[in-house]
């Protein structure tokens, strides 16, 4: 495997203590990215990764330092698990139970800027999947 994903949607994963509009967004990211990218993963927002560093090299040969991350905010794990995922990584998905409860500090996820932070990510990463179907796209400096 090149990528784990701590899932929290695969059996014996859950979220415990989340806030309503967080669990929302999570799950319909996982739906939108399903539908419009044709992912069946599982837990698509989730933070905790294990990537191979070869992984990321690879991907900076491919898409250059400047175009490897596009995106700001939590988009950046999509972008990034995308690109990792059309490089033809494999990735699994690994059980984390989520207790919201022991998180310290304030929330900096702004729910509606990140709605349409999402929305705007698929939609490229949606053209970038066109692209890369007709031509392997490869950095130049």
């Known amino acids: 495997m090149d990528i784990a994903i701590a899932s929290r949607f695969v059996e014996t994963g859950r979220q415990v203590g989340v806030p309503f509009h967080r669990a929302f967004l999570s799950k319909w990211l996982r739906l939108f990215v399903g539908i419009s990218l044709g992912t069946s993963l599982k837990d698509v927002s989730s933070g905790y990764r294990c990537i191979r560093s070869a992984n990321i090299k690879e991907l900076v040969e491919t898409y250059g330092p400047k175009k490897l991350v596009e995106t700001k905010g939590f988009e950046v794990q999509l972008e990034l698990l995308f690109k990792l995922f059309t490089g033809g990584a494999k990735i699994t998905e690994i059980p984390l ?27 490229k990463l949606k053209r970038l999947q066109r692209i890369s179907k007709f031509t392997k796209y490869k950095y130049r400096d």
């Open 97 to 123: 139970i989520l207790d919201y409860s022991k998180k310290k500090g304030k929330s900096k996820l702004r729910i509606r800027r990140a709605i349409l932070g999402y929305f705007k990510t698929v939609l």
